[in-house]
């Protein structure tokens, strides 16, 4: 433990931040709120997370369009850039702007540019060796596809970074914890043995992107290198643990990254308004623990949470998690919970403990061993497991 504790003290954790990124609102109507970022910021501190010694906190920086284009296309980025000027033609509507999930907000290129910045930077700070891990929570638009914008996001900083990261020669893997199946990504990379790409989300049976079935193990050359692990709606802890445990260490481990790409996306969590999976503060800490464990070098990315407090929180609990530093609240005792949301009690970030039972449980559990074997038979011999 002791030697844990020298490590950490001897690694760089960067974090990136800035309040104009966190500041930025797609209306009051949108579920995307890169408010929860502050919110974070406000956690880091009063929980004495925040340590200057071996931290370094950057503002992100817009990217240069070009490196845009080694995962998006000229005409969706050429389409992207014009809503900056006001107006709308259909052919928008058609790369999926202008939408609901996706809408024209005034000064969403900029906004774009700077999150995907902010990856970027993280990638080149890890590549450089200026970092061991990087945080950046408003960054893992994992949905966005080379020509359209969906799910909220509309410019790929992952699949950015990792095409980036390729071209220097370095070996990726990728691990997607959001609620969401990051359909985005795999897409980019699917066909590539390059990257090995692991998402563990609910079913697409039951939510967005509806895709990313455990028998998606990629295509052609690349077979074998995206791996899929859904879980039903209302899968605990130890319903995700043991999924996560049994297949993302073992194939990360044979497959042997320079560096992890992650999105730590906080919608896993039960109490969160798109997501429905039952894992508390518990299970998502020790998921991203076990992704620090695993990873040489770290990227990770905020991705989704829509439970605005819960995901502060949550981005809290990971940060400590990957710098090795233990939360001490410095105000326990003096705040009330209602500071950050009736569900935050002073003195801890963590949830109570909260586990399903009966039929429900039976059934998470059934196919979260039925989607390990699959995985186990397919997918493990590719990688000489
Ligand atoms: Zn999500």
Redesign the pocket.
């Known amino acids: 433990m002791k030697k844990e504790a020298e490590n950490n003290k001897n690694q760089k954790h960067v974090l990136v931040y800035s309040d104009k990124l966190s500041g930025f609102d797609f209306g009051p109507a949108h579920p995307f709120k890169p408010m929860r970022a502050r919110y974070m910021m406000e956690l880091l501190s009063r929980y004495s997370l925040l340590n200057p010694k071996n931290q370094l906190v950057i503002a992100p920086e817009p990217i240069d369009e070009n490196l845009l284009y080694l995962f998006h296309t000229r005409e969706y980025i050429e389409l992207l850039k014009r809503t900056e000027h006001g107006g709308f033609t259909l052919d928008m509507l058609k790369a999926g702007l202008g939408t609901e999930d996706n809408p024209i907000v005034p000064g969403i290129y900029d906004f774009c540019l700077t999150s995907a910045g902010g990856t970027h930077k993280g990638a080149e700070m890890l590549m450089g060796g200026a970092a061991d891990v990087v945080f950046n929570p408003i960054g893992g638009f994992h949905h966005a596809g080379a020509d359209h914008a969906e799910?909220f996001c509309y410019l790929n900083d992952c699949a950015v970074a990792i095409a980036e990261m390729l071209q220097k020669g370095k070996r990726i893997a990728y691990i997607d914890i959001?609620?969401?199946f990051g359909n985005g990504v795999r897409d980019a990379f699917a066909s590539s043995r390059e990257v090995l790409a692991v998402s563990i989300h609910e079913s697409g049976s039951t939510i967005y992107p509806w895709t990313g079935f455990q028998n998606d193990i990629g295509v052609g050359a690349g077979k074998g290198y995206t791996v899929n692990i859904p879980l039903l709606q209302k899968s605990d802890d130890e319903v995700y643990l043991y999924a996560f445990e049994s297949i993302v260490p073992p194939l990360v481990g044979a497959f042997k990254p320079d560096i992890v790409v992650a999105v730590i996306?906080a919608?896993i969590h039960r109490e969160d308004l798109?997501?429905h999976l039952s894992v508390t503060s518990f299970g998502y800490e020790k998921a991203v623990r076990i992704i620090r464990e695993i990873s040489p070098r770290l990227l990770a990315t905020g991705?989704?949470?829509y439970n605005v407090y819960k995901t502060a929180a949550l981005w809290t609990l990971a940060w400590a998690a990957i710098c090795g530093l233990e939360p001490v609240d410095n105000y326990a005792g003096l705040v009330g919970g209602m500071m950050y949301g009736p569900e935050t009690q002073s003195g801890t970030l963590h949830d109570k403990p909260f586990a399903t039972s009966g039929d429900s449980k039976n059934e998470c559990f059934e196919h979260a061993r039925e989607v390990v074997a699959y995985l186990k038979k397919n997918v493990f011999p590719i990688h000489g497991l």
Do not use: I, M, Q, T
Request: no cysteine.
């Open positions: 799910g959001d609620v969401h996306g919608d798109l997501g991705g989704g949470g």
